[in-house]
């Protein structure tokens, strides 16, 4: 039966409301999914059911299944309770801990793509990994299934790119100045970012607040060629479309495999035809990664991947130990990183690593020798070059070249944490750090986030301010401050640490 297409106006995932006569014909329970059929597109929906809002033979869709059916108004479809998907198995098969072949991998992605495998089906695939990783063939198969099931892009000439694997706080804001430092030598570099999954920011999350991250791949390449580099959200160019869905699952579990993290990164590279790639892993207590041990086997699947990708790879250890530079949380970050290449100078912890980064590219990409890439990395920076570049960026993604730091609004309600005692600052904890901003609002809500006064190292007397909470809701700053008393982020210390007896 064909039923005539009415808009319903309910944001989010793909959504039909049936009249409960045609769904109970169709078979289609409440709360379950169905497919929706235009010509030769399908797509899964979330089902409602009413009496009401929808007389018989018709039904509503949200604008997301609209679009995704590329149907008006009017228009009719059929509605057709989904058949089980057939990488069910697969992944039972993986949860007792037997290997998946390629054409397993790929189907379990084509279904996610497809939308026929549901949350809770990705979400078993995804927590799999966490006991039981992805040798390397499954990784590889995972990789290229992943890179090839959406559109992959081709530049004229070799591209590179930089790529942290995040888990500290701050870190989101080192692309906006490595980038432009990059592309301000020549090198291409289209990069391609995440939204937060667990972090208060995701590179993405912090460029937007400058300029568009949403282009399309025609628009990343006009970009890419007229000013050499971009900062642009993966999510908004149909590559590597399984990542965006894996990630949002994550995102909702608070997971973030260390194999399907290799997996989301190198897939969209892949996607993107980088040919070379600097890939960062921050090491430190709170970070995603604590010790060099378990660093250097993360760096050795990523240089084993990139080999059988083809692709040329260098791996930085960072540190890692506390926050990068002086903010969390994308506005705050974006003025961090603005000012930065302004002025020219900043918080070390950023200037250094952001150099470091871009020096790697560089020599990479063949423009200056081993060991040199920083040297010239940092002339780029200082010269105000990158600075120039960052605005050719802005503008050519659609944003204003002038915009000012003080321009950039931060949420209006704040809170600040002053220093009960004399002393050195000795231990700032990133996991409680990412957590308070979180609960403050970040990174949705844009404007929350932390400003650190201090760091680690730094002197301090009775009453100096440690660090400020920002927030757009006082509900939420309420939530980040009893956080804040709970963990207490930020240790002081004097000289005299006990007295005995």
């Known amino acids: 039966m064909k039923y005539r297409v009415k808009r319903i106006d309910i944001d989010g995932d793909p959504i039909i409301i049936m009249n409960y006569s045609d769904a109970l014909r169709e078979n289609i329970p409440p709360s379950k999914r169905a497919r929706v059929i235009n010509d030769d597109r399908t797509v899964y929906v979330h089902v409602l059911v009413s009496k009401t809002i929808v007389p018989p033979g018709y039904v509503a869709l949200n604008d997301k299944a609209l ?61 799999s990994q966490i006991p039981i990783p992805l040798s390397n063939e499954e990784l590889t198969s995972l990789i290229k299934a992943m890179a090839y099931a959406s559109e992959v892009l081709e530049f004229d000439e070799p591209a590179y790119d930089e790529h942290s694997i995040g888990g500290v706080p701050g870190n989101s804001k080192v692309a906006l100045i490595a980038v432009p430092t990059i592309a301000s030598s020549g090198v291409l570099i289209p990069k391609t970012s995440s939204r937060a ?130 903010t969390i949380g994308p506005a705050l970050e974006a003025k961090e990183a603005l000012k930065t290449l302004i002025e020219r100078k900043g918080a070390h912890s950023l200037v250094d690593k952001a150099v470091s980064i871009a020096g790697l590219v560089l020599e990479l990409a063949g423009k200056a020798e081993k060991g040199m890439g920083e040297t010239l990395a940092r002339e780029l920076f200082i010269s105000g070059k990158s600075y120039e570049k960052m605005r050719q960026i802005i503008e050519a993604q659609g944003g204003n070249p002038n915009i000012k730091p003080d321009e950039i609004p931060i949420g209006p309600y704040k809170y600040t944490v002053e220093s009960s005692i004399e002393g050195a600052i000795t231990h700032i904890d990133n996991v409680a750090m990412s957590l308070i901003a979180r609960a403050a609002g970040a990174p949705s809500d844009k404007g929350a986030g932390i ?8 002197r301090v007397r009775k009453g100096d301010p440690l660090f400020t909470v920002y927030s757009s809701s006082e509900t939420r700053l309420d939530a980040a401050i009893k956080l804040i008393e709970l963990y207490k982020p930020v240790i002081v210390e004097g000289m005299l640490i006990k007295a005995l007896p």
């Open 451 to 458: 400003y650190l006064h201090a760091k680690l190292g730094h």
């Open 67 to 127: 679009t995704m059916l590329r149907v008006n108004e009017g228009d009719e479809v059929t509605v057709r309770i989904p058949p089980a998907p057939k990488s069910i198995r697969v992944i039972h098969k993986r949860l007792h801990d037997d290997r998946l072949s390629e054409d397993e991998i790929r189907e379990i992605v084509e279904e996610v793509v497809s939308g026929s495998l549901g949350e809770a089906e990705i979400a078993a695939f995804l927590a």
């Open 197 to 326: 999954i667990t972090s208060p920011a995701g590179t993405a999350d912090t460029m937007e607040i400058l300029t568009r991250v949403d282009l399309s791949p025609e628009e990343i390449r006009g970009v890419a060629k007229k000013v050499r580099g971009t900062i642009v959200w993966g999510g908004a160019l149909n590559i590597a479309v399984a990542d965006d869905i894996f990630v949002e699952v994550e995102r909702k579990l608070m997971i973030d495999p260390i194999s399907q993290m290799i997996a989301s990164i190198l897939s969209k590279k892949v996607a993107m035809g980088i040919k070379g790639l600097v890939i960062d892993i921050p090491i430190g207590k709170g970070a995603k990664v604590q010790d060099y041990s378990s660093a250097d086997k993360i760096a050795g699947l990523f240089i084993s991947q990139c080999g059988r990708l083809g692709i040329n790879v260098k791996v930085a250890l960072t540190f890692g130990g506390e926050p990068i530079g002086r």
